[in-house]
């Protein structure tokens, strides 16, 4: 049977025959999933997403049009109230329709209620306005049960930590913060396990996707210059190297999970050569660090078969390419330097990779 | 119909795992079953392509800040012979690791793009004069025997994207320049005065013609089974524009009436948008299945709609909660019925 031809059905069945689960159980099993469907296609759930946020501002333009007199406190409850209609609303209900005014409802309460707050905080102590969204995004990200909006709701509380960090003017932590985003990435891919045995496998891959996510706007932020015009009271801190030390440990331990078995053992010298690569890979991209995150996304993605994290390392390689280009933080000639240093480094990788995965000692990479 | 034709896909494996928890080991088994980890000869096939793509796109990015570096030192005669070497070194690359290799096709492709350097430069330079368009025009003309012996879809698009941008530049430079408060667009850099030319609803039309001539040219070509026309993101693509260029005026022309925009023929950019979006829900749902196209069709149909009732509809904040829920209803819509058609294909193979 050819990886594509795998049904759900055909694995329920394999489960069975190897002894993992019951007869009764996968019966069980099938029954309970003829009601369930595939998870849509990306692009499908863009539309869906986008058509959400659209009609949460419809929605928000109603409640202020109606309660147009009304104080900050008003706003805060008000929001909270169309939070909670949406929770209870999306817990019961899994229809398209409802799924869809649900997610409105919520983000267009979250947007009322973070704007009672602001108002009520008179747009000072904007730390205590930040915890605020990150204890409600914790909270929506257990208790609404939608993929879309737990990303989200990662995302939004993500953002706000950013903000209190820069707030807190510890602008120095914000290299950190991508690399440990990604470092939390890896481990929850590890022990995803863990999270489906115990009943919570509903939040992994929002989890993992917003987390993901987070790792890449992050590690933009500590890499590309900002214009100073642009962002006048914000002081970015650009010191690509303090992620590239973090980063770097986390590709050679990824790679340490993966290449081991695909080097054939009739190359002695395989594996180091292997790992002195990846270490070259790691001094070229020394200010580059996205091009480690995006070679750890995709080496991930690609074992585990999952085409969304393959497509999205890849996407991110080349937006963090060009806006690392566009950057005027640093000169050409040393641009030049680290793209042309990690290009050269890849392509001997391929080389080597392609040589000590070969069955045959003697034969060499594809089109060498 | 429920699982049986679900696709044991990554997403699908770990849904069904956490709906019936499974432990450690029957989830480790349950993704073994469904092949989703690669086998060694897949990890080649990736290394091979993946790190070739990655290298070579760092390395020309690279070379290309280090010229941009000192780029004003350089004599011409150094700029010229740069780049034509570069030419003819992706040429013979081509042709040594044989035209149909990956490695062959990204040297094919790359002399393609400095093909088109060298005229701008030559341009530069020389101060020649010429309207941009001759440029888009001679690269096109130039690269098309490479297209034609190439056989990779990459080289093709490229040509499609330049006849597109030839014609938007012949059209909004000596046919119909900007008139009016419309010049003021270029101040904001070429792309932004490039999407400013699609107000012209005659110029969306005439490349709607033309994108929808090579998408159909695309389908029927790759219907007769050209292997090398097989991959579907270059289709999308063309359709992806082919559609956007009739949907965007079509909401224009809805909300922008009072806005002074160069609305002539106006009938036309609607009436050829509901044509596009028959053809493609037929051709796309019977004959030739894909969903992306689908689901801009639906996208596109959507905002018409949305545009058509935010106009007559809004007119105070009642009105906002009708159009919301409107919206949540076509989208609803959509998503089930493209997960009905995703469905009854599943059920047809």
Redesign the interface.
């Known amino acids: 049977?050819s990886?594509?031809s795998?049904?759900?059905?055909?694995?329920?069945d394999?489960?069975v025959e190897?002894h993992?689960?019951t007869h009764e159980?996968a019966q069980h099993?099938?029954l309970?999933?003829?009601?369930?469907?595939?998870?849509?296609?990306w692009?499908?759930r863009t539309?869906?997403g986008f058509?959400?946020w659209?009609?949460?501002f419809?929605?928000i333009?109603?409640f202020?049009?109606?309660f147009?007199g009304m104080n900050e406190i008003g706003f805060v409850v008000i929001g909270l109230l169309l939070v909670a209609g949406a929770v209870a609303l999306r817990r019961v209900f899994t229809?398209?329709?409802m799924?869809?005014?649900a997610l409105?409802a919520s983000l267009a309460g979250q947007a009322m209620a973070a704007f009672g707050v602001i108002e009520v905080l008179q747009w000072r102590e904007i730390e205590v306005f930040c915890w605020a969204v990150i204890i409600m995004s914790a909270v929506l990200f257990m208790i609404f049960p939608d993929r879309i909006h737990r990303v989200l709701s990662v995302l939004l509380a993500l953002s706000s930590f950013v903000i209190f960090v820069y707030a807190q003017e510890l602008n120095m932590l914000i290299p950190v913060v991508g690399p440990v985003l990604a470092v939390a990435f890896v481990v929850l891919h590890e022990r995803?396990?863990?999270?489906?045995?115990?009943?919570q496998?509903?939040l992994?891959?929002p989890l993992q996707n917003g987390l993901m996510l987070g790792a890449f706007g992050c590690l933009m932020l500590s890499t590309v210059y900002v214009i100073p015009e642009l962002a006048k009271h914000v002081e970015f801190y650009p010191r690509p190297w303090i992620s590239t030390v973090i980063l770097g440990g986390l590709f050679l331990y990824v790679g340490s999970r993966i290449w081991p078995p695909?080097v054939v053992k009739a190359h002695n010298q395989g594996l180091t050569l292997v790992y002195g690569l990846m270490s070259i890979v790691i001094v070229a991209a020394w200010s580059a660090p996205g091009?480690l995150l995006a070679?750890t996304v995709?080496m991930i993605g690609?074992?585990?078969?999952?085409?969304?994290?393959l497509g999205a390392g890849?996407a991110f390689?080349?937006v963090f390419?060009c806006a690392y280009?566009y950057g005027i933080e640093i000169?050409?000639?040393a641009?030049?330097?680290?793209?042309?240093?990690?290009?050269?480094a890849?392509?001997l990788?391929?080389w080597v990779?392609?040589k000590v995965?070969?069955e045959s000692p003697v034969a060499g990479?594809?089109?060498d | 119909m429920g699982h049986a034709h679900i696709n044991a896909n990554y997403a699908n494996v770990v849904e069904l795992a956490s709906e019936l928890a499974l432990d450690e080991n029957a989830y480790r088994r349950a993704l073994e079953i469904a092949k989703l980890a690669p086998d060694r000869s897949d990890w080649r096939l990736y290394v091979d392509r993946f790190l070739m793509a990655v290298g070579a796109l760092l390395l020309v990015a690279g070379i290309t800040a280090f010229f941009a570096w000192n780029w004003a030192d350089l004599s011409h005669a150094y700029k010229f012979a740069l780049i034509q070497v570069g030419i003819v070194a992706a040429v013979v690359i081509a042709w040594r690791l044989k035209i149909d290799s990956l490695a062959g096709r990204a040297s094919l492709l790359g002399g393609s793009i400095l093909v088109g350097v060298l005229l701008a430069v030559y341009g530069q330079v020389y101060q020649t004069g010429a309207d941009p368009y001759g440029l888009f025009l001679a690269w096109a003309l130039l690269i098309l025997p490479w297209a034609i012996i190439g056989r990779q879809s990459g080289l093709w698009f490229l040509v499609v994207i330049l006849v597109n941008l030839c014609v938007v530049m012949y059209w909004a430079q000596v046919l119909y320049p900007p008139e009016g408060r419309w010049t003021l667009a270029r101040l904001l850099g070429p792309l932004f005065w490039l999407g400013t030319t699609v107000m012209d609803s005659r110029l969306a039309n005439v490349l709607f013609i033309l994108n929808g001539a090579a998408l159909v040219a695309w389908e029927f070509v790759a219907a007769r089974g050209v292997t090398w026309l097989a991959g579907r993101w270059a289709p999308r693509l063309i359709a992806l524009i082919t559609l956007n260029v009739v949907v965007i005026p079509t909401v224009i022309i809805i909300i922008g009436e009072g806005l002074g925009v160069r609305a002539t023929m106006k009938a036309l950019s609607p009436v050829l948008m509901v044509l596009a979006f028959a053809a493609c829900f037929y051709y796309y749902q019977y004959r030739k299945h894909d969903l992306f196209i689908l689901t801009c069709c639906l996208a596109g149909t959507i905002l018409v709609i949305m545009s058509l009732a935010v106009r007559h509809l809004l007119d105070d904040f009642g009105s906002s909660l009708l159009l919301a829920m409107l919206l949540i209803v076509m989208v609803s819509a959509a998503a089930y019925w493209l997960r009905h058609v995703s469905r009854r294909w599943a059920e047809q193979s």
Do not use: W
């Not at chain 1, 995803?192 to 009943?199: C, L, P, T, V």
């Not at chain 1, 641009?335 to 050269?344: D, P, Q």
């Open positions: 049977m990886r594509n795998v049904t759900l059905a055909d694995v329920l394999g489960l190897s993992k689960m159980n099993a099938k309970l999933l003829q009601k369930k469907t595939a998870v849509q296609p692009y499908v539309m869906v058509g959400a659209l009609a949460s419809f929605v333009g109603f202020v049009g109606v147009s229809g398209d329709f799924v869809q005014c409105a995803g396990a863990m999270f489906i045995e115990s009943g496998g509903a992994l891959r695909l091009l070679l995709v690609a074992a585990s078969g999952s085409r969304s994290m890849i390689l080349v390419v280009f000169t050409l000639l641009k030049a330097g680290t793209l042309i240093a990690s290009g050269v890849i392509l990788a391929r990779l392609l995965m070969s990479a594809s089109h």
